[in-house]
């Protein structure tokens, strides 16, 4: 099995993970910011990880998070419909963008689509009926105050639907959402330990990431059950997820900024660093021999 070959090739450090996390990090061909949580030990580990980074897709957790808090507080249901129109219809991941206009689906299967596709047309469908205020209100009840959606997916080059702060100037160069790699962290540990809404929502919500269909970034080398959501933009990529090892349940947020253009394949050298990264910092939070 993979993880067991990768146990050989890594000897256990314990809580010692900067000798060994760094290393990998330093190698990387682009800018990296990181942080793990074994949320069963509690030891942590963190490179530039209250620094704001730009989240691409990853901000699709949050919007999940927000909106089940938001039908919690009935501002809407899981099965209110949702029509699909032409000025919701973007280009990239999923496959609403080829479906007919009038098309009427369930919030819950907008939100699975988002999460497991990370389909961008049902992203925006979703902030077309939770607008970006109302998600980052949310956010900050949930203690995330770096974390923000900033607008909705760009149709071409025309970017809509900007929540306050996306109308900001220091916002700008974050483009779709702006979080941090402790905050996406803190996240994860709320929805996994039941306390962002109800603990069968979160359940709910974790086992949409579970399904989640992009394996290249934490899954690649990792053989265990993760649940998890990425992002991509030309020079970055970014994974935030949740490893079920033996000895705990590993929560990190990985970016990876100022790539050299490499294209949307599964060898990008991001995605390689971030698989790197995942495994090294899984096998580092084993408890050491001797160790409860």
């Given amino acids: ?27 990387c061909r682009g800018d990296v910011s990181l942080y793990v949580k074994n949320l069963d030990t509690g030891e942590t580990f963190g490179i530039r990880e209250t620094e704001r980074v730009r989240t691409a897709s990853t901000i699709k957790l949050p919007i999940l998070a927000a909106v089940y808090a938001a039908v919690e ?23 609403l963008e080829g479906l007919s206009d009038g098309v009427r689906l369930p919030l819950k299967d907008v939100l699975h689509l988002m999460i497991v596709l990370s389909d961008n047309t049902a992203t925006n469908m979703v902030l077309e009926k939770f607008p970006g205020d109302l998600i980052n209100a949310y956010l900050v009840k ?74 290249a970034g934490i899954q690649r080398r990792v053989d265990f059950p993760v649940a998890s959501k990425a992002g991509a933009l030309e020079k970055l990529r970014s994974d ?6 033996p000895w705990g349940r590993i929560a990190m947020a990985i970016t ?16 390689l660093c971030i698989a790197d990264l995942s495994a090294g910092l899984v096998d580092g939070l084993r408890p050491v021999q001797g160790e409860p």
């Fill in 73 to 95: 507080e009935n501002k809407g249901k899981l099965t209110d419909e949702l029509t699909l129109t032409e000025a919701e219809k973007v280009s990239g991941s999923g496959v």
């Fill in 142 to 215: 949930f203690g995330l105050n770096d974390t923000k959606v900033l607008r909705k997916i760009l149709r071409g080059e025309i970017a809509s639907g900007h929540s306050r702060e996306g109308k900001m100037q220091e916002f700008q160069r974050f483009g779709l959402g702006v979080s941090t790699p402790k905050e996406m962290v803190d996240l994860l540990e709320k929805l996994e330990k039941g306390e962002i809404v109800s603990r069968e929502a979160s359940k709910q919500m974790i086992a949409t990431l579970k399904r989640q269909q992009d394996n």
């Fill in 256 to 271: 990876v900024d100022d790539l050299p253009p490499s294209g949307y394949k599964p060898d990008n050298p991001g995605l």
């Fill in 1 to 27: 099995m993979r993880h067991l070959i990768l146990l050989m090739a890594l000897p256990c450090f314990g809580s010692d993970l900067a000798a060994r996390i760094n290393p990998i990090a330093t190698k």
């Fill in 240 to 245: 935030v997820g949740i490893v079920y090892a």
